[in-house]
């Protein structure tokens, strides 16, 4: 048998639909001998007769009837497919997962995610909370599409870009004397209950350095996983610590204060993934993300800079 084309099979379809070869020459906009020309080189393909001839037009047989009735399924399912990737490429359609640290899942994410969904309503978005150390698996592994954590990575096999750099906070009880303070330094902290991060963890051995090399001793006698479970320690009154500064969640905590610490301890926040290998949702995320940092990062700027002028 030989084979058609989907040239023939549209042709097909517009003469069994108008009744006529002339006017399926119209619709098609080419002349009516190419569609005689197209229906002879199809009925030879299928191998059976398509048409009698009539005064008033072409008259479907009824093999032909059956064969046109799967050429529609056909093309109901091609204007489904236009459908869908002009859902895809205009972002009316499409899924997004995200595996993230919890501080971020459960702070700064949060807003972003929410910024981006009132722009583009029509994407599904999962949001996992991760251990660091699983987020890049994940996203290796395509079980996310992208990644957001604590740089640096061990060995990251994806690409990753630094999003912000903020130097870590002291955070307290809110009655504490230091909320009188512009900034807590080590040495205000010789002695003082300390709540710690787990050792093993890359943030509690900065912060274990730098007080070691600072001379001071704390009294370490609480530990806690997450910064979330550290700062609700403090707030129940069981000790001051050194948490990240990208918590607008826990900030809003009234039993809490936060002050910049010196010396400045920087966390650098990361987005994972590669976006060549993501989905057209995805990647708009990817860059939207970026762009929402940016203007975080310009508006501190502008910040600074009329603070330096109102101070000049």
């Known amino acids: ?15 069994v639909t108008l009744g006529s070869m002339t006017k399926a020459a ?28 009539q005064r008033n037009g072409a008259e479907p047989t009824e093999d032909a009837r059956r064969l046109f009735e799967q050429v529609e399924k056909l093309f109901v399912g091609l204007e489904d497919l236009n459908h869908q990737v002009h859902a895809i490429r205009n972002l009316t359609s499409g899924t997004i997962s995200i595996a993230a640290m919890g501080l971020y899942a459960n702070g700064l994410l949060p807003e972003i995610i929410a910024k981006f969904v009132k ?61 009188s303070r512009d900034e807590i330094r080590a040495g205000d902290l010789a002695e003082m209950p300390f709540v710690s991060f787990p050792r093993g963890t890359s943030f509690r051995f900065e912060v274990d350095t730098l007080f070691d090399r600072s001379g001071v001793d704390r009294v370490m006698m609480m530990e806690a996983t997450t910064h979330e479970a550290v700062c609700n320690l403090v707030a129940a009154g069981l000790g001051v610590s050194i948490v990240s500064p990208y918590s607008p969640h826990l900030r809003r905590n009234p039993r809490l204060a936060f002050r ?45 800079g009329r603070a330096g002028s109102d101070g000049a």
């Open 119 to 179: 722009r583009f309503p029509d994407i599904a978005i999962r949001l996992d909370s991760q251990p660091q150390d699983r987020i890049v698996e994940w996203v290796s592994s395509r079980r996310s599409d992208l990644g957001v954590a604590t740089l640096p990575l061990a060995n990251p096999t994806i690409p990753v870009r630094e999003l912000l750099s903020r130097p870590a906070m002291c955070v307290f009880p809110a009655e504490h004397d230091f909320a």
């Open 26 to 53: 119209e619709l098609l906009g080419i002349s009516q001998p190419a569609v005689s020309r197209l229906m002879v080189d199809f009925q030879e393909a299928v191998g059976f007769k398509l048409f009698r001839r």
């Open 260 to 304: 910049p610490f010196s010396p400045a301890i920087p966390i650098v926040l990361g987005l994972i993934g590669d976006p060549d290998e993501m989905s057209v949702a995805a990647r708009q995320f990817h860059d939207f993300v970026i762009e929402y940092v940016a203007a975080i990062e310009a508006r501190r700027a502008e910040a600074k």
């Open 1 to 15: 048998m030989k084979r058609f084309n989907i040239r023939q099979v549209e042709a097909f379809r517009a003469v």
